[in-house]
């Protein structure tokens, strides 16, 4: 979907800004902008690159607060643990987030690449500052990429490259330390890297990643490799909120000494819209699958809108519905569908987290074992058990029989469960024969932690069929 404009067709951009007439790369020298909106993003992106760059450092019972352990099939997620079997709540949760961005597109478009996503922050708010600080601004940069090579330029430019590459070997360390751990980290950086030549591989392949996309490829990320960006036309309609320019107000636009005219717009054409854009675009053409709508270009409109005495929003977040008509609605049929849809989620996914247990237990009878003689006056089965520990404390748990009189013998070492562990082992249940009423009679078996009662499970003690 894109918002019609009434631009002529010599002026409309119908190919990547990025691509130039002969099919090569067009590098985008974007303007250094300033602005209410940018003040805003950047206070969000300081809080998201905090985070992300502290994360890993906060633990909690001494795991990271954060962890996507995929090797060892471990997540930690705000300090909750989740193992294997936990894999539907980790799939329900997916299913819920797709649903959720998909509902927050239609609604309001791409604005989560502007505001959050993780290439916007660091491009635009870390990489290009550092850019603007060494090369200075879109003239400056410019006018050295197009002179010859000299002194200037060299240290200007190795500077640059340095300070980048500095900055995403410290990205990948951080990024590594969310998927393997932190410690780990540390001790590939300060052992011998022959005996973990891999992982020191990994790290330097993740910084060579980060250094690339951020030098090189840039924009390029959100104009082509992008899955989600991909998707807007498929997902975004006439109601959908996006960075749009208002035609109706703004043409026929023209210089500002032309404005004096009864028919003129407000749109002076001034550009300056254009050259704050970090993907090269120009928004009057109407929303194009390039903007990330991340409101540069309101910030620039709005200040030659100040200076010009005239009402500022000339680009602002609308729909093309309001812009055309005045009327403002964020609701149709689809959103209406998705936030059924995903309330449903939510409550299903809540209820799950709610019943999720700490510990979870499978006790079975051993396969194929028959009912032993023991004493004079009791009979014994053989069972096995194996407790996955999901705490984040190590646990000394105990097997009682609940429901008939009745004893538990260990086999073996019956020893305590580390956090994140599972523990195996194999006991006899010994019962009167007194207490038997068949062949197949079934019990409780009681797990207790410290003296408290965490699960019961049911099953079922084989005795001599004489008995039915």
């Known amino acids: 979907m894109t918002i019609k404009t009434p631009v002529s067709p010599e002026n409309f951009r119908d190919k990547l800004t990025t691509v130039d007439a002969s099919g090569k790369r067009a590098w985008v020298y974007s303007k250094k902008i300033k602005g209410r909106l940018f003040n805003y993003r950047r206070w969000v992106a300081v809080f998201l690159m905090l985070v992300f760059y502290t994360g890993p450092f906060i633990k909690i019972h001494g795991d990271p607060i954060m962890l996507f352990d995929f090797l060892q099939r471990k997540f930690i997620i705000f300090g909750i643990t989740f193992w294997p079997q936990d894999f539907h709540l980790i799939l329900i949760s997916f299913i819920t987030l797709i649903v959720f961005v998909t509902l927050f597109t239609v609604i309001f478009g791409r604005i989560f690449c502007g505001w959050v996503c993780p290439q916007t922050i660091f491009m635009e708010f870390l990489f290009r500052q550092i850019e603007y600080l060494i090369e200075g601004d879109r003239a400056a940069q410019r006018r050295r990429d197009k002179g010859p090579m000299n002194f200037d330029k060299l240290w200007r430019k190795s500077l640059k490259h340095a300070v980048f590459y500095i900055i995403s070997f410290i990205t990948a360390i951080t990024f590594l330390s969310y998927l393997i751990g932190f410690d780990q980290v540390k001790h590939f950086l300060l052992n011998d890297p022959v005996n973990h030549w891999g992982g020191l591989a990994g790290l330097f392949a993740f910084a060579g990643a980060f250094y690339f996309i951020f030098a090189f490829f840039r924009e390029q990320v959100c104009t082509i490799a992008c899955p989600y960006g991909r998707l807007q036309s498929v997902l975004v309609d006439k109601k959908t909120i996006l960075v749009a320019y208002d035609y109706k107000r703004g043409e026929p636009r023209g210089p500002l000494k032309l404005q004096t005219k009864a028919d003129m717009g407000d749109c002076v054409d001034c550009n300056s819209c254009v050259v704050v854009c970090p993907t090269g675009i120009d928004i009057r053409n109407g929303t194009q699958m390039e903007c990330v709508n991340c409101t540069a270009c309101m910030d620039a ?146 797990l207790y932690s410290e003296g408290v009662l965490i699960e019961t499970q049911e099953s079922s003690f084989v005795g001599p069929s004489s008995l039915d």
Do not use: W
């Open 301 to 446: 409109c709005d200040a030659i809108m100040s200076k010009i005495n005239k009402p500022k929003g000339l680009i602002r977040y609308d729909s093309e519905v309001g812009i055309s008509t005045g009327k403002h609605s964020i609701f149709n049929t689809r959103s209406i569908a998705y936030s059924a849809v995903l309330t449903l989620l939510l409550i299903f996914l809540a209820s799950l987290f709610m019943f999720r247990g700490n510990f979870e237990v499978t006790i079975l009878r051993a396969s194929g074992s028959m009912y032993q003689n023991y004493g004079s006056d009791s009979l014994s089965n053989i069972y096995t058990f194996d407790l996955v520990n999901k705490t984040n404390a190590t646990i000394d748990v105990v097997f009682k029989i609940e429901s008939l009189p009745g004893r538990i013998q260990y086999i073996g070492d019956h020893s305590a469960v580390e956090k994140g562990k599972m523990g195996k082992g194999t006991f006899l249940v010994i019962l009167p024969t007194q207490a038997l009423r068949s062949s197949q009679t079934t019990f409780q078996i009681g």
